[in-house]
């Protein structure tokens, strides 16, 4: 049985306590006063029941800490609603599953929604599963710039994040950096931009230079490949059902690396 069907189900082989466990519940309903609550988060369990804790943390952390995100600068746009829709679509998930991501969004959208707590257990629970962490900060800095602007406050809120989940702020405006010119490899390419376009960006969803050499190419190639690798992700934590995104991201990455190899060969 998956983590969700065992959240439902009541049959918990995992313990998931403090704000996101109470979250959670709220979000589907649920009480879990049998089952999560009075259990300290983080506690000591097997390998299994911990990926499922992780991926239970992970689902509620991302769909409410979306609903911050969008709401930091006063109001929630369409391209931002369409965002938490498009991943929920890239999901696949069931019925309960998107009602329950869209119960949670609302909720991290209220005024009182407490995101550093949640963001806090979040590393907690994580451990040092440094690319889990890296895949929520991407997912968390996609929202953010869904409108194609980043807001002061978005951005403020985004960098609180990434320090209590342990990124330098150097780290953060890396990943920032590649984020933003991922969503204009996309566009550039959709849009029949020039070639010359498509290669500047291609080289920073890698976080290059173009003056990089090919040893360095294939290096941050390598790197981020197996950062975002889906099965070892799954692995380490990520639900079942965010495959797809990491898989999505990987074929980014690919497409920006080949496009750079074409460019060389040349």
């Known amino acids: 049985m998956s983590w969700w069907g065992k959240v439902i189900g009541g049959a918990f082989g995992f313990a998931l306590g403090g704000p996101i466990g109470a979250l959670l519940g709220a979000s589907i309903g649920h009480s879990f006063d049998k089952g999560l609550s009075g259990i300290d988060a983080g506690a000591s369990l097997g390998s299994s029941a911990d990926q499922e804790r992780i991926q239970a943390a992970f689902f509620t952390a991302t769909f409410s800490i979306m609903g911050r995100i969008a709401k930091a600068d006063g109001q929630v746009s369409q391209q931002e609603i369409q965002v938490a829709e498009q991943t929920m679509a890239r999901m696949q998930l069931d019925d309960a599953q998107i009602q329950t991501a869209r119960t949670l969004f609302s909720q991290g959208k209220a005024e009182e929604f407490d995101y550093q707590s949640i963001v806090m257990q979040l590393r907690k629970e994580c451990g040092r599963r440094k690319n889990l962490l890296q895949m929520f900060m991407e997912i968390q800095i996609s929202t953010a710039l869904a409108d194609q602007e980043l807001h002061q406050e978005e951005q403020r809120i985004l960098l609180d994040i990434a320090g209590i989940l342990g990124f330098q702020r150097a780290q953060f405006e890396k990943l920032l950096a590649m984020a933003a010119a991922q969503q204009r490899f996309g566009h550039a390419a959709n849009q029949g931009h020039s070639s010359k376009t498509r290669l500047a ?16 190419l294939k290096r941050a190639y390598r790197k981020l490949i197996s950062q975002h690798h889906p099965d070892k992700l799954v692995s380490k934590g990520l639900p079942e059902e965010m495959m797809k995104m990491a898989t999505q991201k990987t074929r980014e990455v690919k497409d920006a690396y080949e496009l750079i190899k074409h460019h060389r060969k040349k």
């Open 201 to 216: 960006e291609a080289y920073l969803v890698l976080g290059l230079q173009e003056t990089c050499s090919d040893t360095e």
